[in-house]
């Protein structure tokens, strides 16, 4: 975000350079990428975090400034206060798609050029001027962070005498003429406001080319509004109507700030343009009554690593203009209606902090204790199937753990975790298992390779509860159901595991090629080759699949570790010596049927140091081990 700097100065009286404040601010709270100077204007150019919407306004960064600075803030915020007398206009507006929604009736209104200053202010932030209505709201935008848009009441009116105004999901295929000329054809993922003949507006994204304002407009339509953030980025996104304004949509926006821009703007139409207001309406929320978060003073020393006075506490709080109570279980800190950001007591201490300065704490050396780390039966599982499936061909993926509604392998959306706000179309719900990110996974491999084997060990989220999963899924092998059985035997032999293949009938999977994974009483996972309809929808040919729930694999493998031929080895070699401290499987090879397995032998005596004719009888017997019962023992 471009900010001129002597803008600041119309909120507070700085006295710093604008380099000085470049400075403050990347040490406290957001980046400067630069400071320009342009003509005697300098520009600061900030890289405000998604976090910090508030601060995407020449009033929020002021606000800021002058907590930083004690300063005082000179600008009263006013509210819009609708006068007896107002016509109420038609709006309906779903509370899903806007919070808030005003529309407000401007009339009588005289043109004329924009005032230099405007049109300045305008440029050095990034932004062309168009024509006097258009800047002001873009003006205003930029100096209270809320975005405005005008239309003309009078070509409205044309369109539709009931002056009837919606904010409503697109119909698929609508269209709209937005005021860059193009054509833009929506979907029913988009919003949009209409009227009764259709769309005049790409809810916060663009306005609609046949009811722009322009140097003949004698009525404007004022919109101010909050909408659908998510709803508003995945528009701009996909139009490529990403701008000021849609930016600034995609960042939490307060009912508040929306009636105090409203209230500028609405000063700024009457002092340029002469217009009265006839007509206003508010559909939704005017303010959000927020719950205090909970400052504890043990929390936020042990955050410092220094104790900071209760005093000093309230005091930079109160300079973030919180409203602070003392209470038995703490400070109860209800922040600013434009800081949406804090919910949580971590949020609040991350503000006194940044406020007493990071470079007030003390730098502590980091003290830790160098204990042993506790063996992980489970993560000793994961490494070494991990690298049994290396050695058999497979290359490991990783995929994303969401799923789109269009993709539940005949899955129920009732019986799936839904994401409460997801970031698009595709991320709508957890996925259940990992077998159609495997098959998406493949898709996209299949034109470069004829024949593959991919697998992945991650967590599924069914209903019942998310656990940690081995997918693994091969394609172009001739037979490939009794390949992939042929890995699953190496797999479950490898961790002592006895297992039994029981038909199922599952839609993904071929109708006699299909089974589930039983050991004992324990349902492990299934194996198939791919039902031919999923084969023929991903382009996968000869392609089979299993998934295993890793959880109950590593409990069971950890119960028969006797059984396996490798844990009686290890336990003779321990048995030979008082000298041999630790004997444990270092690396494996595994190739068709051919199998290598390197043992890491650790000797040790607490009452002497080692030498060569200690250690040397030992290993001749080690090899003596291994030779008469595993095969060729290699030094």
């Not at 699953?488 to 994974?517: C, M, W």
């Not at 382009?539 to 950890?558: P, T, Y």
Request: hydrophobic share 40%; proline share 4%; with cysteine.
């Amino acid at each position: 975000m471009k900010v001129p700097y002597s803008w600041l100065r119309d909120f507070i009286n700085l006295r710093t350079s604008a380099e000085e404040v470049a400075s403050d601010l990347s040490l406290s709270v957001i980046g400067v990428d630069s400071v320009e100077t342009v003509g005697k204007e300098k520009v600061l150019n900030l890289d405000v975090t998604y976090n910090r919407g508030d601060l995407l306004s020449i009033a929020g960064l002021a606000r800021e400034l002058s907590a930083m600075y004690n300063l005082k803030y000179k600008v009263a915020e006013e509210v819009f206060k609708s006068e007896e007398g107002l016509k109420i206009l038609n709006i309906k507006a779903d509370s899903r798609l806007s919070k808030t929604y005003t529309l407000t009736k401007i009339e009588n209104l005289r043109y004329k050029s924009t005032p230099a200053q405007i049109k300045s202010r305008l440029e050095l932030a990034g932004m062309r001027s168009v024509n006097l209505w258009a800047d002001l709201t873009n003006y205003a935008m930029l100096e209270w962070g809320q975005p405005l848009h005008a239309f003309d009441a009078e070509k409205v009116t044309r369109r539709d005498p009931t002056l009837s105004i919606e904010v409503r999901l697109a119909k698929n295929g609508e269209k709209i003429k937005t005021l860059d000329g193009s054509e833009r054809t929506l979907t029913s993922q988009d919003m949009v406001i209409a009227d009764r003949r259709g769309a005049i507006a790409v809810a916060g994204a663009m306005g609609g080319e046949e009811t722009e304002v322009d140097e003949g407009t004698k009525e404007i339509l004022l919109e101010a509004a909050i909408f659908d953030p998510l709803r508003i980025r995945n528009t701009a996104r996909k139009l490529g109507l990403r701008s000021e304004a849609s930016h600034r949509f995609e960042h939490y926006l307060s009912p508040e700030n929306l009636i105090i821009s409203l209230n500028k703007v609405l000063q700024m139409f009457e002092v340029y343009g002469k217009g009265k207001v006839t007509a206003y309406h508010l559909v939704g929320e005017d303010s959000i009554k927020s719950d205090p978060v909970v400052l504890r003073q043990e929390i936020l020393d042990r955050a410092a690593g220094v104790k900071i006075p209760v005093s000093t506490v309230k005091d930079a709080l109160k300079l973030l203009n919180f409203k602070i109570l003392s209470s038995e279980r703490g400070l109860l800190c209800w922040p600013p209606h434009y800081r949406g950001d804090i919910r949580i007591t971590e949020d609040v201490v991350e503000e006194v902090l940044r406020m007493y300065g990071y470079q007030n704490i003390p730098a502590q050396p980091l003290k830790t204790s160098l204990a042993e780390a506790p063996e992980n039966p489970l993560e000793d599982w994961r490494d070494r199937v991990t690298h049994n499936l290396s050695g058999l061909g497979f290359n490991e993926v990783r995929t994303y753990s969401f799923l789109s509604s269009k993709a539940l392998l005949h899955s129920s959306p009732k019986e799936l975790i839904k994401v409460k706000n997801p970031i698009s179309a595709e991320t709508e719900y957890l996925r259940p298992n990992l077998i159609l990110n495997l098959t998406e996974a493949a898709q996209l491999n299949v034109n470069r390779f004829s024949s593959g084997k991919i697998f992945e060990l991650e967590k599924v989220y069914p209903r019942e509860g998310e656990y940690l999963s081995l997918g693994a899924l091969l394609w172009g092998f001739k037979q490939p159901f009794l390949v992939l059985k042929g890995v699953l035997e190496e797999l479950l032999e490898d961790a002592g595991i006895n297992f039994e293949l029981r038909p199922v009938k599952l839609s993904y999977l071929h109708p006699t090629q299909a089974a589930q994974i039983w050991v004992g009483k324990h349902n492990l996972g299934v194996i198939g080759a791919l039902h031919p309809h999923l084969s023929n929808s991903y382009d996968l040919q000869d392609a089979a699949v299993f998934e295993l729930d890793f959880d109950i694999l590593s409990k069971l493998a950890q119960r028969f570790p006797e059984k396996h031929p490798l844990g009686k080895l290890i336990a003779d070699i321990s048995a030979l010596s008082n000298l041999i401290a630790e004997v444990k499987i270092k690396d494996r090879y595994l190739k068709e049927e051919m199998r290598s397995v390197t043992l890491q032998v650790t000797f040790q005596s607490l009452e002497r140091g080692l030498g060569d004719e200690d250690v040397k009888p030992l290993r001749e017997k080690i090899n003596g081990l291994i030779k008469k019962n595993h095969g060729i023992p290699r030094n």
